[in-house]
């Protein structure tokens, strides 16, 4: 939001509108909805993981890359139609879905307690851009088999 008044400096306007930025949370900007594309940094039991976020309303899909004892792990996750779903390559053709919290429109977590999953409130640095939908990034993987987890 920027103060609209008249300004004597360009210096000055530059200033006030400094300070008038909002800054979101991840989870907060999520619940604005749209369509974006968002480099972020999540930190999960105080392991840090790097990657990419496909946003399309209540529909997020993340890639994600984290160096755990010395090796590389690829995870995904796919949230869509009241589910998280998360695969990893720590274990080939095997993912987990899990019923999202019910906390109401916009709410960016799952209940998995004691499982790895999408927490928006866990986000630190992002950088979103608006992007037109590849409905791809939403379909379920192939090959992959869930287990539900309640």
Not at 60 to 75: K, L, P, R, W, Y
Request: proline content about 3%.
């Amino acid at each position: 939001m920027v103060n609209t008044l008249f300004f004597r400096s360009p210096e000055i306007a530059v200033l006030s509108a400094i300070l008038y930025i909002q800054v979101l949370t991840f989870d907060s900007f999520l619940k604005q909805g749209g369509s974006y594309v968002c480099t972020v940094n999540q930190t999960v039991q105080g392991i840090d993981s790097k990657g990419t976020v496909y946003i399309n309303g209540s529909n997020i899909h993340g890639e994600f890359n984290t160096a755990v004892a010395g090796m590389n792990v690829d995870s995904h996750f796919i949230a869509k139609d009241g589910f998280t779903y998360t695969w990893s390559s720590m274990m080939q053709g095997k993912g987990f879905k899990a019923p999202m919290s019910t906390g109401g429109a916009g709410d960016t977590s799952a209940g998995t307690s004691g499982q790895y999953s999408f927490n928006a409130e866990q986000i630190g640095e992002y950088d979103c851009q608006p992007w037109n939908v590849d409905s791809s990034k939403f379909a379920l993987p192939n090959g992959v088999t869930f287990t539900l987890i309640k």
